[in-house]
């Protein structure tokens, strides 16, 4: 309980102090304090915590605002306490976000939310699972939305608005091993925000639809991975290369279809103790380190940077994971023999340059995490067309095609 208070304390300071220093450059911002609680995976139980935060609405200082509808950037700070993970409690947390307004009016506001950060673990670890990594990753989405008390700007009340919404938290540990401490949280949240300079009424314009152009986008990526903290060899290569073709559906949202060529050194066949779950794979054989899939991607799109989820399905796969293993232990998670998951974001340097960065897993075991670059023609669609698609020949010289 006196951890709880110190972290309430903290928050407060922290938006105070930003509180200041924003009023001092009249900037408009808002100010949000909420509780929230709901559902840990893996056996976690309940959770429960507080969040505050500092939001800056984007009212129209570049073109970009009005084309994606006056998105929000917002600074959480909060915490947690979960019902059976005591060997990390409390989580402290921090993060930015983005809140884009599916629904903006002066009254009431449907922003759908994303972020990603970092989070501490005040306890790190128990006698069973031994001494986790201190700092984690922490991504979260979901839907909030705003009803102002006041009906109208200039009226004080409508400085005032209640934010509820519910969103998924995913955590996941520093280390790059299997057997890091990864959950879900599926949370509910409510709370108040206040404006406390203007509110002005942003909307001057129509938003500026996107071209609906079919994007090609291609990557290559990599990193390092372990099957347990105590595996004898310390960390093996993992990389991937991606392909695929974008359509916008909205001006922040497009849908993808592609396939990745999968590159993962850690099914090497060598039988060691730690490897129970893959013990299974008797000869060394290079082709077991490689694996292909085809992939559907719901992108999320703010100007440069794109945020998506892929699910993808195996198409080129020589590991199945059976049943039980040979120690005759239950496998669970027998997707991971037919498809993955993707958590995917990219950052636009150039119009055609990209950097990437990607968890991929199946369900809620995370696999490994990849960084690298990319190339994409955003316009892709518009240099396809078939030229001879609308040729008539009929009575026509074949010699002299026209194109109407």
């Given at each position: 309980?006196?951890?709880?208070?110190?972290?309430?304390?903290?928050?407060?300071?922290?938006?105070?102090?930003?509180?200041?220093?924003?009023?001092?450059?009249?900037?408009?911002?808002?100010?949000?304090?909420?509780?929230?609680?709901?559902?840990?995976?893996?056996?976690?139980?309940?959770?429960?915590?507080?969040?505050?935060?500092?939001?800056?609405?984007?009212f129209?200082?570049?073109?970009?605002?009005?084309?994606?509808?006056?998105?929000?950037?917002?600074?959480?700070?909060?915490?947690?306490?979960?019902?059976?993970?005591?060997?990390?409690?409390?989580?402290?947390?921090?993060?930015?976000?983005?809140?884009?307004?599916?629904?903006?009016?002066?009254?009431?506001?449907?922003?759908?939310?994303?972020?990603?950060?970092?989070?501490t673990y005040?306890?790190?670890?128990?006698?069973?699972?031994?001494?986790?990594?201190?700092?984690?990753?922490?991504?979260?989405?979901?839907?909030?939305?705003?009803?102002?008390?006041g009906?109208?700007?200039?009226?004080?009340?409508?400085?005032?608005?209640?934010?509820?919404?519910?969103?998924?938290?995913?955590?996941?540990?520093?280390?790059?091993?299997?057997?890091?401490?990864?959950?879900?949280?599926?949370?509910?949240?409510?709370?108040?925000?206040?404006t406390?300079n203007?509110?002005?009424?942003?909307?001057k314009?129509?938003p500026?639809?996107?071209?609906?152009?079919?994007?090609?986008?291609?990557?290559?990526?990599?990193?390092?991975?372990?099957?347990?903290?105590?595996?004898?060899?310390?960390?093996?290569?993992?990389?991937?290369?991606?392909?695929?073709?974008?359509?916008?559906?909205?001006?922040?949202?497009r849908?993808?279809?592609?396939?990745?060529?999968?590159y993962?050194?850690?099914?090497?066949?060598?039988?060691?103790?730690?490897?129970v779950?893959?013990?299974?794979i008797?000869?060394?054989?290079?082709?077991?380190m490689?694996?292909?899939?085809?992939?559907?991607?719901?992108?999320?799109?703010?100007?440069?940077?794109?945020?998506?989820?892929?699910?993808?399905?195996?198409?080129?796969?020589?590991?199945?994971?059976?049943?039980?293993?040979?120690?005759?232990?239950?496998?669970?998670n027998?997707?991971?023999?037919?498809?993955?998951q993707?958590?995917?974001?990219?950052?636009?340097?150039?119009?055609?340059?990209?950097?990437?960065?990607?968890?991929?897993?199946?369900?809620?075991?995370?696999?490994?995490?990849?960084?690298?670059?990319?190339?994409?023609?955003?316009?892709?669609?518009?240099?396809?067309?078939?030229p001879?698609?609308?040729?008539?020949?009929?009575?026509?010289?074949?010699k002299?095609l026209?194109?109407?």
């Amino acid at each position: 309980m006196v951890k709880i208070r110190i972290l309430v304390i903290v928050s407060i300071l922290f938006n105070l102090a930003s509180f200041e220093s924003y009023a001092q450059k009249n900037m408009i911002f808002k100010f949000k304090a909420e509780v929230f609680g709901g559902k840990v995976s893996s056996g976690g139980g309940v959770d429960a915590g507080i969040e505050t935060a500092l939001e800056l609405p984007l009212f129209g200082d570049h073109n970009w605002e009005y084309t994606y509808n006056f998105p929000t950037l917002g600074f959480a700070l909060g915490g947690f306490k979960t019902q059976n993970f005591n060997c990390v409690d409390p989580v402290i947390y921090t993060y930015p976000y983005l809140l884009y307004p599916i629904i903006h009016k002066p009254a009431f506001q449907m922003n759908l939310k994303t972020g990603l950060g970092v989070a501490t673990y005040v306890r790190q670890g128990d006698s069973i699972e031994g001494k986790v990594f201190p700092v984690t990753g922490i991504w979260t989405c979901g839907l909030y939305f705003d009803i102002a008390l006041g009906k109208r700007y200039g009226n004080p009340l409508s400085q005032w608005s209640v934010s509820f919404g519910g969103n998924l938290t995913a955590l996941h540990n520093g280390n790059v091993t299997r057997k890091s401490k990864n959950f879900l949280m599926a949370n509910a949240s409510l709370g108040l925000k206040y404006t406390p300079n203007v509110s002005p009424l942003p909307i001057k314009n129509r938003p500026k639809p996107v071209r609906r152009v079919l994007a090609m986008e291609g990557s290559l990526q990599g990193g390092v991975n372990q099957l347990e903290r105590n595996d004898g060899k310390f960390y093996y290569p993992n990389a991937s290369l991606s392909y695929g073709f974008y359509l916008p559906i909205t001006n922040a949202w497009r849908l993808g279809l592609g396939g990745d060529a999968m590159y993962n050194t850690v099914y090497d066949g060598t039988q060691r103790t730690e490897n129970v779950r893959y013990n299974f794979i008797k000869e060394n054989d290079p082709l077991n380190m490689f694996r292909a899939g085809a992939f559907f991607a719901c992108d999320f799109t703010i100007d440069r940077l794109v945020a998506g989820v892929h699910v993808g399905l195996y198409v080129f796969d020589r590991i199945k994971v059976p049943e039980y293993n040979e120690k005759g232990t239950e496998n669970s998670n027998l997707s991971e023999n037919f498809m993955y998951q993707k958590l995917v974001m990219k950052y636009r340097i150039t119009k055609n340059f990209f950097t990437i960065l990607q968890l991929k897993t199946h369900l809620e075991q995370v696999e490994c995490a990849e960084m690298g670059f990319g190339f994409a023609i955003p316009d892709f669609g518009s240099r396809v067309k078939n030229p001879f698609a609308r040729i008539s020949l009929k009575r026509e010289n074949w010699k002299e095609l026209k194109i109407d």
